[in-house]
């Protein structure tokens, strides 16, 4: 598949009319003073929409203070520098369910005295990564934070629901690839996509990311060929199945068919091989699987 040259990249990447329409909100409510929150797995870019609103705000990063609480830290002292940076005052907040109970009160008091303050602006994110959601629901310290703090709402999707938009993503990153590396690829076998399609990124957008940017530093040449790529870049996260009960066996029997011929690059004899089946028998479980465009 060839590529065209685009207009760059650490662009939005919004061509579906969903994610659009909440970039565009997005873009909205940045003009808004409520703490907005932004939620999503790992690797969807919640911190680069965050970035995005303020780039549209005029905020510098000089000017925002990050609240992570996956580090230890003083919360007192941090919120005391906020004095250093008024009249517009930033906070970034994230893995806020790994902050204490005194932290979660003192951020909570702080909120309630400065959001009514006239002489200071203050704007105010925060991200939710989805694996912390059940400790939002669950535990009452954090869900009296969560309805307090959840004014603007927004959810991204993850690489799985915009598949679609998986051409757009590898092109984006390709470009971005091209200019880091100092490589020419402009295009890539659609073998590609059919392996990308079929694999499950845990980390979403950044592995997506990582990958291309790793198939293009072992690459030569302006054609990104399916077949030179070493076997070990198509181990692990082939399946989305974890062993658990409740699934049938024919289901499990697909996803390791699917697997072995993605960790083969499509070639039956050698799949049929790790499978322990002939390549016949292999044959006819492609067309009861409907797997044969892995072929």
Same mark, same amino acid.
């Given at each position: 598949?060839?590529?065209?040259?685009?207009?760059?990249?650490?662009?939005?990447?919004?061509?579906?009319?969903?994610? %659009?329409?909440?970039?565009?909100?997005?873009?909205?409510?940045?003009?808004?003073?409520?703490?907005?929150?932004? +939620?999503?797995?790992?690797? +969807?870019?919640?911190?680069?929409?965050?970035?995005?609103?303020?780039?549209?705000?005029?905020?510098?990063?000089?000017?925002?203070?990050?609240?992570?609480?996956?580090?230890?830290?003083?919360?007192?002292?941090?919120?005391?520098?906020?004095?250093?940076?008024?009249?517009?005052?930033? +906070?970034?907040?994230?893995?806020?369910?790994?902050?204490?109970?005194?932290?979660?009160?003192?951020?909570?008091?702080?909120?309630?005295?400065?959001?009514?303050?006239?002489?200071?602006?203050?704007?105010?994110?925060? %991200?939710?990564?989805?694996?912390?959601?059940?400790?939002?629901?669950?535990?009452?310290?954090?869900?009296?934070?969560?309805?307090?703090?959840?004014?603007?709402?927004?959810?991204?999707?993850?690489?799985?629901?915009?598949?679609?938009?998986?051409?757009?993503?590898?092109?984006?990153?390709?470009?971005?690839?091209?200019?880091?590396?100092?490589?020419? /690829?402009?295009?890539?076998?659609? !073998?590609?996509?059919?392996?990308?399609?079929?694999? /499950?990124?845990?980390? =979403?957008?950044?592995?997506?990311?990582?990958?291309?940017?790793?198939?293009?530093?072992?690459?030569?040449?302006?054609?990104?060929?399916?077949?030179?790529?070493?076997?070990?870049?198509?181990? =692990?996260?082939?399946?989305?199945? !974890? /062993?658990?009960?409740?699934?049938?066996?024919?289901?499990?029997?697909?996803?390791?068919?699917?697997?072995?011929?993605?960790?083969?690059?499509?070639?039956?004899?050698?799949?049929?091989?790790?499978?322990?089946?002939?390549?016949? =028998?292999?044959?006819?479980?492609?067309?009861?699987?409907?797997?044969?465009?892995?072929?």
């Amino acid at each position: 598949m060839s590529l065209k040259k685009g207009n760059g990249f650490q662009e939005w990447i919004t061509k579906g009319s969903d994610i %659009e329409k909440i970039k565009n909100q997005w873009i909205e409510i940045s003009n808004s003073s409520l703490p907005i929150l932004i +939620v999503g797995e790992r690797g +969807v870019g919640k911190s680069f929409w965050i970035q995005k609103s303020l780039e549209k705000r005029n905020i510098s990063e000089s000017s925002v203070l990050r609240l992570d609480f996956s580090f230890p830290s003083s919360l007192e002292e941090k919120l005391g520098k906020l004095k250093l940076i008024k009249p517009n005052q930033t +906070v970034v907040i994230d893995w806020i369910t790994n902050a204490s109970k005194e932290e979660m009160i003192s951020l909570q008091q702080w909120w309630k005295t400065e959001k009514y303050n006239e002489k200071s602006k203050l704007y105010l994110y925060w %991200e939710i990564h989805s694996e912390e959601m059940d400790t939002f629901t669950q535990k009452s310290m954090y869900s009296e934070f969560y309805e307090q703090f959840k004014s603007f709402r927004f959810e991204l999707p993850n690489l799985k629901k915009r598949i679609s938009d998986l051409p757009i993503f590898v092109h984006s990153f390709l470009e971005e690839a091209n200019q880091s590396l100092n490589k020419k /690829i402009t295009s890539l076998d659609e !073998d590609f996509y059919i392996f990308l399609k079929n694999k /499950i990124f845990s980390r =979403n957008y950044t592995e997506l990311k990582d990958l291309i940017f790793a198939l293009v530093g072992f690459s030569s040449g302006k054609h990104l060929h399916w077949k030179q790529i070493p076997s070990h870049f198509f181990e =692990n996260s082939l399946s989305e199945l !974890d /062993i658990q009960p409740g699934i049938s066996l024919e289901q499990y029997e697909k996803e390791i068919i699917k697997a072995n011929l993605i960790y083969t690059k499509g070639n039956r004899e050698k799949a049929a091989k790790l499978l322990g089946i002939s390549e016949r =028998n292999l044959y006819r479980k492609l067309h009861e699987f409907h797997l044969e465009d892995l072929s």
